[in-house]
C-alpha cells in the first residue's frame, strides 16, 4: 500500500517519461553511499590495528551499546541461559509437599511454644 502510494506520487512529481531516468541516478547514489561507507568501515579497521579485529561501529550508537553490554547479560541471568548457549536451561517446577488436612470436627495441633 506504502510503496504504491510513493510510486503514484513520484508519477506525479516527476512524470512517466523522467521516472526511469530519477529511479536510475537514486540507485547509483545508494550505491556510491553503500560503497563510501564500507570503505571508511575498513579504513577505519585498518587504521586500529589487529587489536580491534572484531570492533563494529555501530557498537558506537548508545542504544546497541547498552543492548549489548547492559542487556544481554541481564537478559541471559533472567532466561538462565549462559552466552552463547542457544536454548536457556529449564528446571522442573518444584513439586508441593503433601499436606494432612484435618477432618470435620478434628481439633488442629495446639503448639504452645508458638503463642
Known sequence: MEIGALVVLALLVFGPD???QVA???GKTLRNLRRMANNARDDLRAGLGPEYANFDPADLN?????RKHLLDDIENDWNGSKPGELEPATT??????????L???????????AT
Not at 92 to 101: K, S
Not at 103 to 113: F, H, M, Q, V
Open 18 to 20: 523522467k521516472l526511469p
Open 24 to 26: 536510475s541516478q537514486a
Open 62 to 66: 548508545p542504544r546497541n551499546f547498552v
Open 92 to 101: 522442573a517446577p518444584p513439586t508441593p509437599e503433601p499436606v494432612n488436612e
Open 103 to 113: 477432618g470435620y470436627g478434628e481439633i488442629p495441633p495446639y503448639d504452645s511454644e
